[in-house]
């Protein structure tokens, strides 16, 4: 308490003087004071420092505020508003440490720093630790080729179904990009469609001359899109030396096609009816059951229009898959994207994605089938 004391009497006397040195050196002691005692103080407490940091702050020279933001920046338990004004301060030099490390500042402040300040601080950004999507929405949308390529390395950094539709499109002109979104866990089916297009649309805009066949362009990019998807060392116009391992493939001792299929969805023999779509797509069939115990409903749509199942029949799975009718808004969206997805491209996309979500599939002899009379 005499330090606190001490502090006080120096604080009144320092902020009545013009001397810039004396509240620098006030203010280093106080950051010291609250930067030992912080694990011990209380949230009454932590505010009155931030209010007296903050006072001194605003009047110290610019390697002052550089030093003030890198004590602090650490911090757990930091003055708020002290970090929030360096934060916001025009001099990436200042602001720097704390956008790169300060888990102080909030959400609303990070997304405005990276819709209005220059590149510099949209790097800052893109080097923390972990970000919310609201964030990196605006550094996808905004930042250079480095800060989307950090962004899209940071599995902590998350990213929004846009942010996930925005990566796709610009993996589709960079290689090594394409490579780090690959590996996402977060990456679903619906923006490999999304990487497909961009790359069709790349394709289309380059190759129109070649042809006065619609028909057979579209065909040409369709396939083209989906070798590059499956197999980008296309675009590197290098051999592979690896080679894929060969999944097993369950194979059903009975005729199997849609309209068994469809009429064991509907007897809810569901383990009989994954067993006849994994045949029909000559996938394990644990590719199957995982897709069919997924959240989404994105790995079953690539599966069903690969073996070119009617969309009656997809929406009597999906409505299985949920226990019931399905909601308005999920069937719409289910009928969207079933319709705007082609068979070719499914096929060529199907195995590559099952297998990035499968790994290995068990062994054949621990497969097990209900009988089918």
């Known amino acids: 308490m005499n330090a606190i004391a001490s502090l006080v009497a120096d604080l009144e006397n320092a902020l009545g003087e013009a001397a810039g040195e004396r509240r620098h050196v006030l203010l280093h002691r106080i950051t010291g004071l609250f930067i030992d005692q912080a694990p011990d103080l209380n949230e ?44 916001h301060d025009p001099e990436i030099a200042v602001a720097r440490p704390v956008l790169e490390r300060s888990p102080c500042l909030s959400e609303d402040d990070l997304a405005v720093i990276a819709q209005s300040r220059p590149a510099d601080f949209l790097t800052a950004l893109s080097k923390r ?56 866990p977060d990456l679903a089916l619906r923006h490999v469609g999304a990487i497909l297009e961009a790359a069709k649309q790349r394709a289309r805009s380059e190759m129109q001359d070649l042809t006065t066949e619609p028909a057979i362009l579209e065909r040409a990019l369709e396939v083209g899109a989906a070798a590059i998807f499956v197999n980008p060392e296309i675009l590197e116009l290098a051999d592979s030396d690896q ?45 199957v059951e995982l897709a069919f115990a997924s959240p989404q409903f994105d790995s079953l749509l690539f599966i069903a229009r690969a073996v070119g199942f009617e969309w009656t029949v997809f929406a009597a799975l999906l409505a299985a ?10 069937h719409d969206q289910a009928h969207t994207s079933f319709h705007a997805l082609s068979n070719s491209t499914a096929k060529r996309v199907m195995q590559f994605i099952a297998a990035r979500s499968q790994g290995v599939s068990a062994p054949a002899s621990v497969q097990t089938r209900s009988k089918v009379r």
Not at 45 to 60: P, Y
Not at 70 to 80: D, F, N, Q, W, Y
Not at 265 to 282: K, M, Q, V
């Open 129 to 184: 630790g972990s970000l919310p999507s609201t964030v990196t929405d605006i550094l996808l949308a905004r930042g250079d080729e480095d800060v989307v390529q950090r962004v899209a390395e940071n599995n902590r950094q998350l990213l929004s179904d846009f942010g996930l539709r925005l990566l796709a499109e610009k993996a589709m002109g960079d290689n090594r990009l394409y490579r780090i979104l690959r590996g996402r």
């Open 321 to 330: 898959k949920a226990g019931g009718p399905l909601p308005r808004v999920l």
């Open 243 to 287: 080679s894929s391992a060969e999944a097993t493939i369950i194979w059903p001792s009975w005729p199997t096609d849609q309209k068994r299929i469809a009429g064991q969805i509907e007897r809810g023999e569901i383990a009989e009816a994954l067993a006849g779509i994994a045949y029909l797509a000559e996938i394990p069939r644990e590719t």
């Open 44 to 87: 009454e407490h932590i505010s009155v420092f931030d209010e007296v940091i903050l006072c001194l702050a605003l009047e110290i020279e610019f390697a002052a505020r550089i030093e003030l933001s890198e004590r602090l920046a650490g911090l757990t338990r930091a003055p708020r508003k002290t970090i929030r004004n360096l934060a």
